[in-house]
């Protein structure tokens, strides 16, 4: 009897193909959709997604399919994508690319990118720019593709992905979000050891929205019953199952393996081991094809026929024999471009185990020198990662080493700096075995550690780079070359500040200090203007000094654009003339532009967008930063330095009290993920966003952002506004103890003095704690920082004005928070006029202006719907019925200003309940009934609970609890 080696059946999976094909609905109706389909080698994770595959096909859909190859984290980036969009390329020709055939051709190199593999590695910056817009441009080509119809995306054996596989997945899973579009991808959960880099991946797949997990069990008996039934054509007998069963505990390709590998029926006779039977069928072939799958075996899971003959150099006639024998076992497969794959990843590895050690380094050593010599045996682009691959596994230590180099600088040119810094890391292990290692790679050891440091850097894995800052500067001989040794400290100083480590000044002093004893030239002009750039946000004044020192060299060397950042760091940067510094930021942008200084160019436009933002014109600001998103879109630096454009319009749309459109472009810019303190501003503006709405997700979003103030340093321009941000929140929370400790903490800040656009709004929130607590030293101490606090443009004019009406007493609260209400008018921000207009109407209330009070609250509520600023309107509901104006509001007594719950509560107050009494009687914790006490009291703006049921028996609300519903 003729036993089939694969069954043709889908066993036991209904609730995975159910899962997805619901998934495919969701995309289908516009929903990014993320399948994550995990289970044990040979569990039948391709076999299901076959069968799925064929049937979106069936249903309209388009189906790309790529898979990861086992060449490690060091491995071709993107070769699942290369593969889809080679698919594409193949079926719709290049003009799908849309004009952008260059910018894709680190992908897919046939489209005519001129290959710079062995080109000197490119200086390197704080951002994989160019890598962004690249995955910027692969998330639109999907949506075009999904629009057409939808498109399922396949990635195989995902646990094999490289990093850059990895950050361009998590870009289309949590940024680009095309619509129509499912993504699956498979990996193998048996290979998830501790350190995988991929269980910290999922993790983080895990928390965005629209990704679902599969996991594929093992069959039950009776599913193992379908199969052998299904590959023997007959019925099995009961032991045979059974037997089976126990040995494969229901995983179906052990089932297959060992159904061709016993008895056609009786399936006696099995293997004892997982690789007995994985060769079993192997050693029944003869012995010249076993021979070609052991050297097919050194060449990964999948090989090309050119190649394997090539390394085989066997007569062609031979070679074809030995492949119709692996081919008619059913261990390899032929594909539809006439190269072969092992029908199974566990067949390759087993019989890739089977090689002695010399046969090992012999046919890896073969492969490595058959691509060297003929690159086109591979698909384009493969090459360098081939060769590094098959030398190190070679075990030719000197060859190892170039070819890692080689692979590094090709991993660069396709924009996978994860993988480059890794390649180039091998390299540095390499060294010490490779006596002349110097020379081989025409370069030191120091200058092989400095472009591993740049690699690290621009993947964004900072910590590893200042690991390597020390090993350099350990290695380095700064009296012999202080040029190199002080470039290691300014990288350094950056990094430590970009983590939070330190400010960072102590590594840039002695920087500057060898800098300036350096030898004169290009090199050393762009140094200084590097460290002035850097040390402005530390020491104005001596960044200044540095700069100048810079300039006067780089007029001697007619090298200007080098000191193109630094004076974007001195105009924006301490004592400032905004007005005139906008127009010199536009000289300097257009010499950016000119020079094609791509990063100072987006700095200028990013400054630009912050100085119009801070003059009080914010509309100015909010399209000057989405031109500067565009503009950086265009030149490929959207997901970097681009990013700092996304919060500068956030916070110009949030001044203007375009709150929707500033929540969705925080959301675009939390997507993006910036590593260190890069992505702090958006952090801090999203999280008062949603402390002014009472958003549910304001909290986690608070404490995420305070977190920052738990680092050993943090930039002044950073850590005010998260001072600022801590007292607001404690009040909104009405946590007097709280608010009053965060206030000290603020006032105290010795930054503050220097820096008035950060330092006012701290004010305006320590004045209000001081106000509402009646803390006479904090209003004190506030009132001291104000006098001498500089407000030159319009928010400062008018925080300056409100801490004045906060502080006063008596007869001046009035004609003061009058005053701050026309400042407030005259900024243009909605927000802070409404909360204005609170404390206005209060005052006017006591003073008996009851027409000027009704105004006031009034507007106030109106701002506060506008926006969608719940407590806001809460507020002005409360202070309505408390002063009679019942028709103020729009509303009922009570009908907008509690919840169900809340008044339940109150009414149980009312009765004189305690807390835990409360609790007992709603069924909830005494803590949460202590939460809900303590907001009813804030937003009935009294002072106790005796007031808050005095108020609510006035107010009727104790009727509303008990009302029929």
């Not at 202590?930 to 609300?957: M, P, Q, Y």
Request: aromatic content about 4%.
């Amino acid at each position: 009897m003729t036993v089939r080696a694969a069954s043709s059946v889908l066993v036991g999976r209904h609730r995975e193909t159910a899962a997805l094909r619901d998934a495919l609905g969701r995309a289908r109706a516009g929903e990014p959709t993320t399948v994550l389909v995990g289970g044990e080698a040979g569990v039948g994770k391709t076999r299901l997604l076959e069968e799925f595959a064929g049937w979106a096909t069936d249903g309209a859909a388009r189906v790309l399919v790529g898979q990861c190859l086992e060449l490690g984290e060091a491995g071709l980036p993107f070769a699942p994508f290369a593969a889809a969009l080679r698919a594409v390329l193949r079926a719709d020709g290049p003009e799908v690319f849309a004009g952008y055939e260059a910018e894709f051709a680190p992908l897919l190199p046939e489209l005519g990118r001129t290959s710079v593999a062995l080109a000197a590695p490119r200086a390197a910056a704080l951002s994989d720019a160019p890598r962004g817009y690249l995955f910027d441009l692969v998330a639109e080509l999907f949506q075009r593709l999904a629009d057409a119809r939808p498109l399922v995306l396949i990635i195989e054996d995902l646990h094999w992905a490289d990093r850059s596989t990895r950050d361009l997945i998590g870009f289309l899973v949590r940024a680009a979000r095309p619509g129509r579009l499912l993504l699956v991808c498979t990996y193998r959960t048996d290979e998830l050891q501790r350190g995988h880099p991929l269980r910290a991946f999922l993790a983080e797949l895990d928390r965005a929205r629209g990704v679902e997990r599969v996991e594929l069990g093992r069959l039950d008996r009776d599913g193992t019953a379908a199969i052998l039934a299904d590959l023997l054509g007959a019925e099995p007998l009961a032991r045979a199952v059974d037997d089976v069963h126990d040995r494969t505990q229901g995983n179906p390709f052990f089932i297959e393996e060992l159904a061709v590998a016993g008895d056609p029926i009786g399936c006696v006779a099995l293997p004892e081991t997982l690789r007995d039977l994985l060769l079993a069928r192997v050693d029944r072939l003869p012995e010249p094809a076993q021979r070609v799958l052991r050297i097919a075996a050194a060449g990964g899971t999948r090989f090309a026929h050119d190649l394997l003959a090539e390394v085989a150099g066997l007569p062609e006639a031979e070679l074809e024999d030995a492949l119709r024998a692996a081919v008619a076992a059913q261990l390899v497969v032929a594909d539809r471009d006439g190269d072969y794959e092992f029908r199974h990843a566990l067949v390759r590895e087993a019989v890739h185990d089977e090689l002695l050690p010399g046969e090992h380094a012999r046919l890896h050593a073969r492969f490595a020198a058959a691509i060297e010599a003929q690159p086109h045996l591979v698909a384009a682009g493969r090459a360098p990662a081939e060769i590094a691959h098959h030398w190190h596994a070679a075990h030719d230590h000197p060859r190892a080493l170039v070819a890692a180099r080689a692979a590094a600088a090709a991993a660069a040119d396709r924009y996978a700096y994860a993988e480059q810094r890794r390649l180039l890391e091998r390299a540095l292990e390499l060294w010490e075995l490779v006596p002349d290692a110097a020379d081989l790679l025409g370069m030191d050891h120091l200058a092989l550690l400095e472009q591993t440091l740049d690699a690290a850097v621009t993947a964004g894995d900072f910590s590893r780079a200042i690991t390597l800052t020390r090993a350099g500067l350990a290695e380095v001989d700064a009296d012999a070359a202080p040029l190199r040794a002080a470039r290691l400290l300014d990288q350094r100083g950056r990094l430590m500040a970009l983590l939070g480590k330190s400010d960072g000044s102590r590594e840039l002093d002695e920087a500057y200090r060898l800098a300036a004893g350096g030898p004169p030239g290009v090199e050393r002009v762009r140094l200084l203007a590097d460290i002035a750039t850097h040390l402005v946000k530390i020491d104005p004044k001596k960044a200044a000094r540095v700069a100048a020192e810079a300039a006067t060299d780089a007029e001697a060397l007619d090298e200007q654009v080098a000191l193109l950042s630094t004076r974007i760091a001195l105009l924006c940067h301490g004592e400032r003339d905004l007005t005139g510094g906008l127009a010199e930021l536009g000289q300097v942008a257009a010499a950016a532009r000119a020079a094609g200084d791509v990063p100072t160019l987006v700095a200028a436009m990013v400054f630009e967008s912050d100085m119009l933002c801070e003059l009080g014109r914010y509309a100015e600001s909010a399209r000057a930063a989405e031109a500067g998103v565009a503009e950086a879109r265009r030149v490929g630096i959207s997901r970097s330095t681009g990013a700092y454009l996304l919060s500068n319009r956030a916070e110009a749309l949030i001044a203007l009290g375009r709150w929707d459109e500033a929540e969705a472009v925080c959301a675009e810019a939390a997507r993006i993920d910036l590593s260190g303190v890069t992505g702090l501003h958006w952090l801090q503006l999203g999280a008062g966003l949603r402390l002014a709405r009472a958003h549910p997700g304001a909290d986690e979003l608070v404490d995420r952002a305070l977190t920052f103030l738990g680092r050993p340093y943090l930039w002044p321009n950073h850590r005010l506004p998260l001072h600022e941000l801590a007292i607001e929140a404690a009040l909104a929370a009405d946590d007097k103890v709280e608010a009053v400790r965060a206030a000290h903490v603020a006032v105290a800040d010795g930054s503050l003095p220097q820096l008035p656009r950060e330092g006012w709004p701290v004010l305006s929130a320590a004045a209000r704690t001081a106000a509402r607590v009646g803390d006479r030293e904090l209003a004190t101490a506030v009132a001291a920082l104000a006098s001498d606090l500089p407000a030159r443009h319009p928010a400062a004019r008018a925080h300056a004005a409100q801490v004045t009406a906060l502080l006063a007493v008596g007869d001046q609260a009035l004609p003061a928070w009058r005053a701050a209400v026309d400042a407030w008018r005259a900024d243009g921000q909605p927000y802070p006029l409404g909360r204005a207009l609170l404390a206005l109407a209060e005052v006017t209330a006591a003073a008996g202006e009851r027409d000027e009070t009704a105004a006031a609250v009034t507007e106030a509520t109106e701002i506060g719907r506008r926006l969608g600023a719940a407590p806001l309107v809460e507020a002005a509901a409360t202070l309505a019925r408390r002063v009679g104006l019942r028709s103020a509001t729009g509303g009922g007594a009570g009908a907008d200003l509690l919840t169900a719950r809340e008044r339940e509560v109150l009414r149980l107050v009312a009765e004189g309940h305690s807390n835990s009494r409360i609790a007992e009687q709603l069924f909830i914790s005494p803590k949460t009934a202590s939460v809900h006490v303590s907001r009813i009291i804030a937003k009935l703006g009294v002072t106790n609970r005796v007031e808050a049921a005095a108020l609510a028996h006035r107010l009727g609300l104790l009727t509303e609890a008990t009302a029929p519903r």
